[in-house]
């Protein structure tokens, strides 16, 4: 392994004990993963399918996935779980359904799936016939469900926390909502995206001898950006290792920048407690930056307390220093960096894709977007409208998800006018008093001959017409012919429904209609994918693999070509770019308002560490005097964060509103081509 440097070899070949790798950025912890599982396989006789990696995005996965297979051959690798931490809690919960009390094809809900069956709860009378009005709804909905997402990933029941003795009504409401929404998960055969991980912890802390299984399965395990992980990921690792040594982590305690979402960068630390032979090797070496940038990342995030000490070095030069852009207003700001960058483009011949502007909110894209379109240059945001927030694109899953799991009442209830079958909203009123009465899905009921008691005849046709056809495709899925495989029963169901002249019918204009064709194509065009990379594959492994991509990738973007990206900083991490620019440098911005009211400071910091490490060559900061924030301008202050980086290595643009010299000729050539391009 002649690539590696001392520390990464050190990494890739201890066994003796459990290991965490503190990798900073652009340090190569993603070759140092891919190294020890080769070396693992080749070295240690471990077979590949008793190793499992784990990391938090489908395209880390994928990259570490394609970088074994380049070190190894891929007859070695075959049976190797390189995963999410999600798709591991799903297939361990897919092979444990009885304990569970699921049944197979069970649908994974999404954030819009739990949140609508949330607010359905809260629409309830409660025991005094008393609803709550939708404005009480809309306020205190956010908060319930961020409780309840809190309490899953703290490992948390609804019994547990019942047993709590509470005086605030507030709470109990919250633990009577939380229990009522995980039995009504089970009533739909479904589970939400924090059971994935929740549910396994719960199976292997109750039933020793399913443990024991797993821990057979899985012989060694490798978690990539532990930082990231929140309590029960990090019990459902101590649960798989046990009192083994056969564990290795990577992360980096500064990179840590999603405690809003559950993470616990604390579980670094409480490594060494729970792993007292824990061996703690540090990856310093920086092959990403220059000297300037890592000493103005370096000083920045020495002024929060560490557990483990670290600092990033490079032998890649000190490079140029560090711009800091000062302009009147939030205008003058997008125009500033926009003329910078372009300025540059030319006149270095650099692709537009080296370069990445970083904010902190979405909103502050708005005006760099605008400056971009007028100066033609191509850019990109990431984390804009993901493909599967797409209507269309949601019809289809919600067809499939019923198709596999007919206790799916949300799905049923999305495309049972989907093309529109006459099937009106009373109709569905009497028929989900029904179901409420006999305990039944809604699809189910639809056949039940005690239906004519209850709706018109031709109602109860329909619906029997409705429930015969779902049946007759579900047969066709499990039929296991080249006929009936799962793509040529998902092609039949889009035929049968009609639904290319549904979306005509439905759209804006022609044009509309058929990039919404084009979405349908393209979703069957992935399941076919899936389906060709792993041919054994069910109807309900495509969708539940599918139904992971929506939740999993909505931030995820591939890098493109030649365009200027655009992205909060949350977005960046894990990404570089040659030339940086980060936005907005002022108090409430960076840091956050949020944050200093807070005094969550710490994880702002950490925020604006990762976007400094994002830069290889060059990298720009930019502030306003003044900002319009909630429809009045108010004075901007200098965010905390300027005044601790090295002043010496800022080179202070203030004031300089023009472009200058050399810089405002290329402006001028940039702008002249532009013109060109748009004469053709």
């Known amino acids: 392994m002649p690539d590696l440097n001392r520390r990464q070899q050190q990494a890739v070949e201890h066994i003796d004990s459990p290991l965490l790798v503190l990798a900073g950025a652009g340090s190569g912890k993603t070759r140092v993963i891919t190294n020890k599982i080769a070396y693992l396989i080749q070295q240690c006789g471990h077979k590949a399918h008793t ?45 444990e359904l009885k304990l569970l009390g699921l049944k197979s094809g069970f649908s994974i809900f999404d954030t819009h799936d739990s949140h609508a069956l949330i607010k359905d709860l809260m629409r309830q009378p409660d025991s005094k016939g008393k609803k709550l009005d939708e404005e ?42 939380y229990g009522e929404y995980n039995h009504h998960l089970r009533t739909y055969n479904a589970v939400d995206f924090d059971d994935l991980i929740m549910l396994p912890v719960l199976i292997f802390t109750h039933h020793s001898e399913v443990l024991e299984k797993w821990r057979h399965r899985i012989r060694y395990l490798l978690v990539d950006e532990y930082q990231d992980t929140n309590t029960t990921q990090y019990q459902l690792v101590k649960l798989l290792v046990g009192d083994r040594t056969s564990l290795t982590v990577v992360g980096d305690d500064d990179q840590s920048i999603y405690c809003w979402r559950g993470a616990k960068p604390e579980n670094l630390a409480l490594l060494e407690k729970d792993f007292p032979q824990l061996k703690v090797i540090k990856l310093e070496q920086n092959y990403r930056s220059t000297k300037t940038i890592l000493k103005a990342a370096n000083t920045l995030i020495a002024n929060n307390p560490h557990v483990f000490e670290k600092a990033l070095w490079s032998e890649l030069g000190n490079g140029e220093a560090i711009r800091v852009m000062r302009v009147p207003d939030e205008h ?35 005006l760099f977007e605008k400056q971009l379109r007028e100066q033609q240059v191509p850019y990109f945001i990431s984390g804009g409208t993901s493909f599967f927030s797409h209507t269309e694109v949601r019809d289809m899953l919600s067809y499939l998800r019923l198709l596999v799991n007919p206790d799916d009442d949300n799905a049923f209830l999305r495309i049972i006018n989907t093309p529109r079958r006459q099937i009106g909203s009373a109709t569905i009123e009497k028929l989900s008093q029904y179901c409420s009465q006999s305990s039944t899905g809604l699809l189910t009921a639809c056949s039940h001959l005690a239906l004519n008691e209850h709706l018109p005849e031709k109602a109860v046709q329909r619906l029997n017409e409705f429930s015969s056809w779902m049946e007759r495709l579900q047969r066709n899925a499990h039929g296991g012919s080249s006929e009936n495989s799962p793509i040529k029963v998902v092609e039949q169901l889009i035929v049968d429904i009609d639904y290319d002249t549904w979306l005509f019918e439905t759209s804006n204009s022609e044009k509309q ?19 060709e990379n792993e041919p ?103 965010s905390r964060f300027l005044d601790e980086l090295p002043q010496e290595d800022l080179e202070w643009l203030e004031g300089k509103q023009q472009l200058e010299g050399e810089e405002r000729k290329e402006f001028g050539r940039a702008s002249i081509a532009g013109i060109r391009d748009i004469l053709g």
């Not at 970088?67 to 190797?80: A, D, F, N």
């Not at 125009?335 to 970083?358: P, Q």
């Not at 209609?513 to 389906?531: F, H, P």
């Not at 009211?597 to 910091?605: S, T």
């Open 536 to 638: 054994e594959s069910s109807l309900e492994d495509l969708v539940s693999k599918m139904i992971l991509l929506d939740i999993m990738e909505r931030n995820e973007e591939d890098s493109k070509n030649d365009q200027v990206a655009l992205m909060t900083m949350h977005a960046s991490k894990g990404l570089e770019f040659p030339y940086v620019y980060i936005v907005g440098m002022e108090e409430e911005l960076l840091p956050h308002r949020t944050s200093i009211e807070e005094e969550n400071i710490e994880e702002e910091r950490r925020l604006c560490y990762v976007g400094i490490t994002r830069a290889q060559k060059e990298l720009t900061f930019s502030l306003t005097s003044k900002r319009k924030q909630y429809g009045e301008i108010i004075d901007s202050e200098p």
């Open 332 to 366: 003058k700001e997008a125009v500033r960096v926009v003329s910078s960058l372009v300025a540059h483009h030319f006149r270095f011949k650099k692709s537009y894709g080296d370069y990445a502007i970083l904010y902190r909110g979405n909103h502050q894209s708005r």
């Open 513 to 531: 209609a058929e990039k919404r064709i084009e979405n349908v194509n393209e979703l069957v065009a992935w399941l076919q994918r899936l389906y």
């Open 136 to 177: 009480t709804i809309k306020e205190h909905f956010e908060g319930i469900s961020k409780q309840i997402s809190s309490w899953k990933n703290d490992c948390l029941t609804p019994e547990q926390l019942a047993q709590q003795t509470s005086t605030d009504p507030a709470f109990s409401y919250k633990v009577k909502v």
């Open 51 to 95: 190793i499992a990696s784990v990391t938090f995005t489908n395209k880390a996965a994928r990259e570490m996935k394609e970088r074994v297979s380049q070190i190894i051959p891929k007859s070695q690798t075959r049976g190797l779980r390189v995963s999410t931490f999600h798709t591991l809690g799903l297939n361990i919960i897919k092979s």
